[in-house]
């Protein structure tokens, strides 16, 4: 499945971003769906993730309560709602996905991995 990432820009602080994943090439609810985001020099860090039939979600504890996530099967789409955005959510965000059924948050159960997307964040 080739995945693209979309939706990224600058924003201020307490702000909100949405970012889609759109996916091609397979049956997209095969796929369980995640969010991960990189700073230079850093790990890659779990964001947030979704089953393939979206009942079920993961979260960082990070982004609880700030970033919700979503998925269209029909559209081939997942969404991820960033509110009262940080300074410290300042990162490339990559989506990603495994065919495991429920969601995962580490990076290695997935197999498919979409370009990053760019979140600036100005206090």
């Known amino acids: 499945v080739q995945l693209q990432a979309s939706g990224g820009g600058l924003v201020q602080a307490g702000d909100s971003l949405r970012l889609s994943c759109v996916a091609s090439g397979r049956t997209f609810s095969d796929y369980s769906v995640g969010w991960f985001r990189r700073v230079p020099g850093k790990e890659r860090e779990f964001v947030i993730s979704?089953?393939?039939?979206?009942?079920?979600?993961d979260y960082a504890d990070s982004v609880k309560g700030r970033f919700t996530i979503s998925r269209d099967n029909a559209q081939n789409t997942v969404y991820i709602q960033m509110n009262s955005l940080e300074p410290g959510d300042t990162a490339a965000y990559y989506c990603?996905?495994?065919?495991?059924?429920?969601?995962?948050?580490?990076?290695?159960?997935?197999?498919?991995w979409g370009q990053g997307t760019q979140v600036t964040v100005s206090s």
């Open positions: 990603a996905a495994t065919s495991v059924l429920l969601p995962r948050s580490i990076s290695s159960d997935y197999f498919y």
């Open positions: 979704i089953s393939r039939n979206g009942r079920f979600i």
